[in-house]
């Protein structure tokens, strides 16, 4: 298996593709159940890093039902470091991912960040307080029920609302009529509705920082810079990526280095306790 990807990697290369998730993706079922299979798509995405592609390292599909399983094929790209540890991390409860279940998900943010603080690595997460993370639900549903109400679609009640800021997942929620949800859905494509109408909405409903980060990355659409190889957007989205920062690595020493800044920020874990409090 190894061998065959390999091959596919380098004509990836040679046809002057960018770059490729790569590390058996939604085929890790496969890999994961043959000897030396999991130790397979280390190499691979090793391979892609060697030959200088964006490697979005898979780690987004579930392979395994063992905690222990799952945690160890993520650190061998979470600890030596690639482009995007996780082809996709899913922000929800395993029960409600329609990719089959992601390898981390909604249930493993606070053992990732601990990881993060054992290893002192930055996987890209940061601990959030209960009162940040209700503050930023609450916004997010009621800029979403605002969306509906502007764009005559079907209404979302205040006990929505409510329901989503504190839910863990969609058994947590009321109960919708689907059929009138989807056939919103369907009169919408007719209208034609695109993105600047749901920035407008926002706009007109005093959302105007989420309107703005929406307008940005329509622009980003527009523009096309972040498809460039290992392209990430900053706060401000500008484009970082291997064109305008260099991969310029020399050997151990010579990489990504955590800042004062980040290192604080990954360390503030709840619940920590304090040498000085202990009497």
């Given at each position: 298996?190894l061998?065959l990807?390999?091959?596919?990697?380098?004509i990836?290369k040679?046809?002057?593709v960018?770059?490729?998730?790569n590390g058996?993706v939604?085929?890790?079922?496969?890999?994961?159940?043959?000897?030396?299979?999991?130790?397979a798509?280390?190499?691979e995405n090793?391979?892609?890093?060697?030959?200088?592609?964006?490697?979005?390292s898979?780690?987004?599909?579930?392979?395994s039902?063992?905690?222990?399983?799952?945690?160890?094929?993520?650190?061998m790209?979470m600890?030596p470091?690639?482009?995007?540890?996780?082809?996709?991390?899913s922000?929800?409860?395993?029960?409600d991912?329609?990719?089959a279940?992601?390898?981390?998900?909604?249930?493993?943010?606070?053992?990732y960040?601990?990881?993060?603080?054992?290893?002192?690595?930055?996987?890209?997460?940061?601990?959030v307080?209960?009162e940040?993370?209700i503050a930023i639900?609450?916004?997010?549903a009621?800029a979403?029920?605002?969306?509906?109400?502007e764009?005559?679609?079907?209404?979302?009640?205040?006990?929505?609302?409510?329901?989503?800021?504190?839910?863990?997942?969609s058994?947590?929620m009321?109960?919708?009529?689907?059929v009138e949800?989807?056939?919103?859905?369907?009169e919408?494509?007719?209208?034609?509705?695109?993105?600047?109408?749901?920035?407008?909405a926002?706009?007109?409903?005093?959302f105007e920082?989420?309107?703005s980060?929406i307008?940005n990355?329509l622009r980003q659409r527009?523009?096309?810079d972040?498809l460039?190889?290992?392209?990430?957007?900053d706060?401000q989205?500008?484009?970082?990526s291997?064109?305008?920062?260099?991969?310029?690595y020399?050997?151990?020493?010579?990489?990504?280095?955590?800042?004062?800044?980040?290192?604080?920020?990954?360390?503030?874990?709840?619940?920590?306790?304090?040498p000085?409090?202990?009497?």
């Open positions: 298996m061998y990807e390999s091959r596919c990697i380098f990836t040679g046809a002057g960018q770059g490729l998730q058996a939604s085929c890790i079922g496969m890999t994961g159940a043959v000897p030396s299979g999991i130790r798509v280390l190499a090793l391979i892609a890093s060697m030959l200088d592609l964006e490697v979005a898979a780690n987004d599909q579930t392979f039902h063992s905690d222990i399983r799952r945690t160890a094929r993520t650190l790209q600890l470091g690639t482009d995007f540890i996780f082809s996709g991390y922000a929800v409860p395993n029960y991912n329609m990719f279940g992601s390898n981390f998900d909604a249930e493993d943010f606070d053992d960040n601990i990881l993060q603080r054992d290893l002192m690595v930055d996987g890209g997460l940061r601990p307080t209960e940040e993370t639900r609450n916004k997010a009621r979403i029920q605002a969306v509906f109400r764009l005559s679609l079907p209404l979302i009640s205040d006990e929505e609302v409510e329901a989503a800021t504190y839910a863990h997942g058994k947590d009321p109960a919708r009529n689907v949800d989807l056939a919103a859905v369907e919408m494509m007719k209208r034609n509705i695109t993105g600047l109408d749901i920035v407008g926002l706009s007109c409903s005093g920082d989420i309107a980060n307008l990355m527009v523009t096309g972040y460039q190889t290992s392209a990430i957007l706060r989205f500008d484009v970082v291997a064109v305008n920062d260099i991969n310029d020399q050997g151990p020493g010579t990489g990504y280095r955590i800042s004062a800044e980040r290192w604080a920020e990954i360390k503030n874990i709840a619940g920590v306790v304090q000085s409090s202990i009497e």
